[in-house]
């Protein structure tokens, strides 16, 4: 009986060392990573990346030149958890990580991939934090200060308010640093912030009375939200029950807010909104890309998505112009790449001529919109 | 002053939703001595049957309703035969933790069916409410709707658990296992119909819960479900009528601490509350005092 469990075991054992081997088949494709929130309160934001990234990775190998394969993790948008993840994907060989999604998480993984001199261009972790003194981290999305600054200066210049009171996340580093931004830039320019506490800590967060309750105490006439859409929504929906009459001012985190299912657009008309990315546009770049994507999972993507799209793009046109095949190592890549983020100048789905500092920040425009009849319509 | 009452009407309303899942809480541990804590998922879920059912099938509300009980009720009896029957002679402590598995698995399984973006539920209960004080107070008809039905169905069950056949063997069974199982009451069928009952509540409580906090995501059950423990702890755990009570006075507390003290800190304020009543009368307010048996 021994002899019998012994043999089962040793080949159990054989099999599974076999199985280590299979994964690694595709030899020939670049391994990129793709990190981010894929389940839990913010799966929707690491859903949205990973499936475009996917995508873009598709139509690229569907080319038949160069061939690339996404490792994609969860982290659940958790700094640990996002290390972790990139230590496994390390593992697996990643040559170069177009990833974290979420600005806490990549702050974190950036530190680790500065130690290794592995390259990181992230879709959406905004925040100043995640390439601050790292020569080899870059983003595609706009910064938080650049944001906070621009909506500043929007809300003065298009005269959209003269009391203003903000709803922030003050547990999250992407809310945090617009809100920063935005009030030394308003205490410059002249605008009067009304109110600055209406705080919450948690995305998840049902209830928004309190917070509304104070903005109006003050006698708030624009409310500011420098939040993601989930909650963007549930502030939406309760300012409209308790009978306030805000107009709401939101950052690009709020693109996806139209597509929520069941959402009355209507609670929505008149907001205004900072977005790289409008999903109604009609040039054939995005209308492509918005039918492909809704093709395949269903949804009206979002900015995130957006991001990550143009991440894996511009990837592939450095790998095109450096000669990064398959061997080329990760220490490699990012010696290559960082000259080459330079120099290049990428037109895509969440900006025209974007063109990157030497610090890893993306100059492009950021464009207001204005909800109007439940689509984006410009301001002018 | 308007601000505190129109403060105190939110805290109202956010405690009559915790109450009324506080109720299928407390049912569950009160007869089978288990906490549920994938009774939150089964609320979620519960909330997207009557989403489906009204905004991709277009019926109306009440058909919603009532099909979110039928899944939800046989969603709790699966859950109870396939998890926690198997466990009936384990620790407490083994039971705790599958039920936080399941609690995930739904979660999970939830994001697999419909997605990770949120959905915008549509509220059965007309919008608008009552203007008091000359419209400088407004309760909303989904906080009153609420309110009835929290006290409706707490004394209805009341009533059951006191009144019925099933309901004393609920409260046999509840008393003792072993001596209930030895008088001839089959247990496991008990404790399947205090399932089955604690789940269509929790199809009730999502879909008002839902009504007056639209966003709809496969994790938004969690956090009502904790706070509604704790509220269930509050009125002492296992008492249909402290359900009831701590739910809304932890929903005043919330509201009250985050307009006074901080409006970051109102999930502080729910978990110091659970805190302290286990420091200093662990059997809550309205709970019985339990002699352990040595």
């Known amino acids: 009986m021994k002899k019998v469990i012994s043999v089962v075991m040793v080949a159990m054992m054989a099999i599974c060392m076999l199985a280590g081997c299979g994964k690694s088949k595709d030899a020939g494709a670049i391994k990129v990573g793709s990190i981010g929130p894929t389940t839990g309160d913010y799966a929707q934001y690491g859903l949205a990346v990973e499936n475009a990234m996917k995508m873009a990775a598709d139509e690229i190998n569907a080319l038949g030149g160069l061939q690339f394969e996404v490792l994609g993790e969860d982290d659940q948008g958790d700094p640990t958890m996002a290390v972790n993840a990139y230590n496994r994907e390390m593992e697996k060989g990643m040559q170069a990580l177009l990833g974290t999604v979420t600005s806490g998480a990549c702050a974190a993984v950036a530190a680790e991939a500065y130690k290794e001199r592995v390259f990181l261009l992230t ?3 905004s925040n100043p934090a995640v390439n601050e003194g790292k020569d080899n981290v870059y983003q595609v999305c706009f910064t938080d200060p650049n944001q906070g600054a621009s909506a500043a200066l929007t809300i003065k210049n298009l005269g959209l308010g003269t009391k203003i009171a903000i709803i922030w996340n003050n547990a999250q580093d992407y809310s945090t640093s617009i809100y920063q931004s ?15 506490d209406a705080t919450f800590s948690d995305d998840s967060n049902a209830d928004f009375s309190v917070q509304l309750q104070k903005a109006a105490d003050a006698g708030a006439d624009l409310v500011f939200l420098p939040i993601y859409y989930t909650p963007v929504a549930a502030i939406m929906q309760q300012a409209k029950a308790a009978g306030y009459n805000f107009k709401f001012f939101g950052v690009d985190g709020m693109d996806g807010l139209l597509a929520i299912d069941g959402f009355d657009t209507s609670l929505a008309e008149g907001s205004y909104m900072l977005t790289p990315f409008d999903a109604n546009k009609t040039d054939s770049k995005t209308t492509a890309f918005v039918s492909n994507y809704k093709a395949k999972f269903g949804d009206v993507p979002n900015q995130f998505a957006a991001d990550a799209y143009d991440a894996m793009y511009i990837f592939y046109a450095a790998c095109q112009d450096l000669g990064i095949t398959a061997e080329t190592s990760a220490k490699d890549v990012c010696e290559k790449m960082i000259p080459w983020m330079q120099k290049y100048t990428y037109t895509g ?6 063109v990157w500092g030497a610090d890893g920040c993306v100059s492009k425009a950021a464009t207001a919109y204005v909800i109007r009849n439940g689509q984006y319509a410009s301001v002018q | 002053m308007s601000t505190f009452l129109s403060n105190l009407i939110s805290g109202v309303s956010l405690g009559s939703v915790y109450a009324i899942i506080a109720l299928g809480y407390t049912m569950v541990y009160g007869i089978a001595k288990m906490l549920n804590f994938a009774h939150g998922d089964v609320i979620m879920i519960g909330a997207y049957m009557c989403f489906v059912m009204m905004f991709n099938l277009n019926t109306p509300a009440f058909v919603g309703v009532l099909i979110a009980m039928a899944v939800c009720t046989l969603l709790g009896i699966t859950i109870e035969r396939l998890a926690y029957k198997p466990l009936r002679q384990a620790t407490s402590l083994s039971v705790l933790i599958t039920a936080i598995g399941m609690s995930y698995f739904l979660q999970n399984l939830a994001q697999l069916i419909w997605g990770a973006n949120p959905k915008s539920f549509k509220s059965v209960i007309p919008s608008g409410g009552l203007s008091l004080m000359g419209g400088s107070l407004k309760i909303s008809y989904v906080t009153i709707v609420t309110i009835i ?6 004394v209805v069950l009341t009533l059951f658990v006191n009144h019925t056949k099933m309901g004393k063997a609920m409260r046999c069974v509840s008393e003792d296992r072993g001596a209930a199982e030895l008088m001839g009451v089959n247990v496991d069928l008990t404790i399947t119909v205090t399932f089955a009952i604690g789940s269509a509540l929790a199809a009730i409580a999502a879909v008002l819960m839902c009504s007056a906090y639209p966003t709809l995501k496969p994790t938004t059950g969690s956090m009502p479900g904790i706070k509604a423990f704790t509220a269930a702890v509050f009125g002492g755990i296992g008492s249909i009528p402290g359900a009831m009570l701590g739910g809304i006075l932890l929903g005043v507390i919330e509201i009250l601490g985050k307009a006074y003290v901080s409006s970051e800190l109102g999930d502080a304020f729910v978990f110091a509350v659970l805190i302290l009543v ?5 059997t809550g307010l309205l709970g019985k005092k339990i002699h352990e048996k040595v």
């Open chain 2, 149 to 154: 039905a929290s006290v409706l169905i707490m």
């Open chain 1, 123 to 125: 879709p959406s972790a």
């Open chain 1, 182 to 196: 935005f009030t030394a830039k308003a205490a410059e320019i002249g605008l009067d912030v009304v109110v600055k």
């Open chain 2, 278 to 282: 286990l420091l200093v009368k662990p």
């Open chain 1, 349 to 354: 789905l969440t900006g025209d001529n974007m």
